[in-house]
């Protein structure tokens, strides 16, 4: 991974720790509902949508391989 985009990646990483310490309420809410096996909870509610965004930016050569 680029210098850059590991850069950006922290960041993002560093940006959703700080969210989650703010909102300790929903945090815990996601962590019970995944617990229960909510079957209408989903933890990452997009995942096929950015794995084919990182699937296409790979092919594109925006990310490495």
């Known amino acids: 991974m680029p210098?850059?985009?590991a850069a950006a990646?922290?960041?993002r990483q560093r940006a959703m720790w700080r969210w989650a310490l703010h909102q300790p309420?929903?945090?815990r809410l996601q962590a019970l509902l995944a617990l229960d096996e909510d079957p209408d909870f989903a933890m990452f509610p997009?995942?096929?949508h950015t794995r084919a965004a990182?699937?296409?930016d790979r092919r594109t050569g925006a990310?490495?391989?």
């Open 63 to 65: 990310l490495p391989p």
């Open 54 to 56: 990182l699937d296409r």
């Open 46 to 48: 997009a995942i096929e």
């Open 3 to 5: 210098l850059a985009a």
């Open 25 to 27: 309420d929903v945090v």
């Open 9 to 11: 990646s922290g960041k």
